[in-house]
């Protein structure tokens, strides 16, 4: 099992940059593939971003490519994503994500485990 908290959220204008961390613990960090996910008041949570065990691949959802970029660094057993020019709609809770499987190349439905959340609002 792993335990996920993130961190790094808060508030930033529109245009802005912001990274979120993802501390992972227990079981080993390079046995999971990482994603992230949010969730914005009154919708559903949605996929944002995944990376392999390794790093060595990435996949985005189409609203943030370009803008936000999904890191790790398995001897920190951390996830990063790093946002930028953001806007808006990109106000809502983060979270971290684990699973054994890396679902590549398309959105991630339901990982195994979860962090808590971090809030992100972005002010015009």
């Known amino acids: 099992q792993v335990q996920l908290v993130e961190s790094g959220g808060g508030l930033v204008q529109a245009g802005g940059s912001l990274r979120l961390s993802c501390a992972a613990s227990?079981?080993?960090?390079?046995?999971?593939?990482m994603a992230w996910f949010r969730q914005a008041p009154g919708k559903e949570r949605e996929f944002v971003a995944a990376?392999?065990?390794?790093?060595?691949?990435?996949y985005y959802e189409d609203s943030v490519k370009g803008r936000f970029t999904i890191s790790r660094v398995n001897a920190k057993n951390t996830v990063y994503l790093q946002m930028t020019s953001v806007q808006p709609e990109d106000t809502a809770i983060y979270y971290c994500?684990?699973?054994?499987?890396?679902?590549?190349?398309?959105?991630?439905?339901?990982?195994?485990?979860w962090g808590q959340g971090t809030p992100v609002s972005v002010s015009s």
């Open positions: 994500a684990a699973d054994l499987i890396y679902y590549s190349n398309r959105p991630w439905k339901n990982p195994a485990y």
């Open positions: 227990g079981r080993a960090f390079s046995d999971y593939a």
């Open positions: 990376v392999s065990k390794s790093g060595g691949n990435t």
